[in-house]
């Protein structure tokens, strides 16, 4: 049996019910939306400087890398604006992760090549080459495919293919050897355009010694194969930009970076970053010596102590594991630290340095004053996680509004 669904008939305003004294819809007027509680504010004129950054560090164009949502910033949001950007900031590519983010990026009618970071799965190739995305390529049989579906379906089109090489990661990639070895095999698949070759650095922020053996590494098979066979050459992530040269690259691949975080702190300043976690103070108490805080109650109160809650938990994204007394919120301009656990939709923190602070106010969990790197340092985790955790029912709100 086929179940239909009669429209919903939402009785909206407000009015009282006698018979219940309880606040009931009334069908005349909507109630206008209330603003949200806790929201992430994207300031997108910040990433056309990030950009620049990268420009000033390394020849080349840019393959914006916009896996995760653009990192927790929204991915078509973000996409729109980058292709906005004056030419010499524009980004040649678009990375992401799988093939539903390239869809969400053609349906959004990007034109920016689109282009696939990690080894594609075999029922995911179709819809590549139906859409011409660009995969790397990690292996003969990935390319063998790529090769024979180019010819079954589109026999008169090449596939532009990149070949990506592991030099340290570990994740994907021909061993260098290995490259060498299938190089004249791989030129005769006619079906593919192998315009490009990539590798990825896996401690760029922590072990300098093993990435510059890294770089040396990829630029000597990048000669050995001949650099002039290739129109890209890529390495770099943020911190690959930020900190390392190489003598072919022409194709840098900005993730955080290009979100105004850097992966270095000595290089923080160069960069702003584009997004601003906030919410609102719901409640403000004057608590006694002796009150518990929240789950477990491992913060009991010294003395009296004014307390705000506020409208943010680890359900929006902000880490549960934040430490008391230690993490900082920004109220009025001022740091006003945590008290007790992060619970799922609310956190409390100590106001008592504010005696005005009152339910309302806007609070900045972090963003321009207090670095998202910050905050997964004290949450004991990584600012790419602390980004892309930000969950949908916060609101993306974007500067300035297109
Ligand atoms: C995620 C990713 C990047 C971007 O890294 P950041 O450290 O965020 O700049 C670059 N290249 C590849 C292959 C990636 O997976």
Not at 117 to 136: D, H, K, M, Q
Not at 334 to 352: F, H, S, W
Request: with cysteine.
């Amino acid at each position: 049996m086929l179940l239909f669904y009669s429209p919903i008939h939402f009785d909206v305003g407000l009015k009282q019910n006698s018979s219940h004294n309880t606040v009931v819809p009334d069908s005349k007027s909507f109630p206008a939306a209330s603003p949200p509680r806790a929201w992430a504010e994207i300031n997108l004129s910040h990433l056309g400087h990030n950009l620049s950054v990268v420009n000033t560090q390394q020849q080349g164009s840019v393959m914006a890398v916009l896996k995760a949502g653009a990192y927790g910033h929204g991915i078509e949001k973000i996409a729109v604006a980058l292709e906005a950007l004056p030419n010499e900031l524009s980004p040649a590519f678009f990375g992401v992760a799988s093939v539903i983010e390239a869809r969400r990026l053609a349906h959004a009618d990007i034109r920016t090549r689109i282009y696939l970071l990690g080894p594609t799965c075999p029922f995911e190739r179709e819809e590549i080459v139906a859409y011409g995305w660009t995969p790397c390529i990690s292996s003969m049989e990935e390319a063998a495919d790529f090769d024979q579906i180019v010819g079954r379906e589109h026999h008169d089109n090449k596939l532009k293919v990149h070949l990506t090489v592991d030099t340290g990661m570990g994740r994907g990639g021909f061993l260098p050897s290995d490259l060498i070895s299938h190089q004249e095999k791989l030129n005769e698949l006619t079906h593919l355009d192998i315009e490009g070759i990539g590798s990825h650095l896996p401690c760029a922020d922590e072990d300098e010694a093993f990435t510059r053996a890294q770089f040396d590494e990829f630029d000597a098979l990048v000669e050995t194969l001949g650099a002039d066979n290739f129109r890209y050459i890529h390495l770099s992530n943020s911190a690959g930009i930020l900190a390392y040269q190489s003598r072919y690259t022409n194709l840098q691949r900005p993730g955080l970076m290009l979100y105004g975080i850097s992966p270095l702190p000595t290089k923080q300043d160069q960069l702003k970053p584009a997004l601003s976690l906030k919410s609102k103070v719901s409640l403000v108490r004057n608590l006694p010596a002796g009150q518990g805080i929240s789950y477990g109650r491992d913060t009991i109160l010294q003395h009296e102590t004014r307390v705000a809650t506020v409208g943010i938990g680890y359900g929006d994204g902000y880490p549960r594991s934040m430490p008391p007394h230690q993490s900082d919120v920004l109220i009025s301009g001022k740091r006003c630290p945590l008290l007790g656990r992060v619970t799922m939709d609310q956190i409390m923190v100590d106001v008592t340095s504010l005696p005005d602070c009152k339910s309302g106010d806007e609070v900045e969990l972090f963003g321009e004053n207090i670095l998202v790197s910050e905050i997964a340092q004290l949450a004991n985790t990584i600012p790419w996680a602390v980004l892309t955790g930000i969950t949908p029912r916060v609101t993306r709100i974007y500067r300035p509004q297109s």
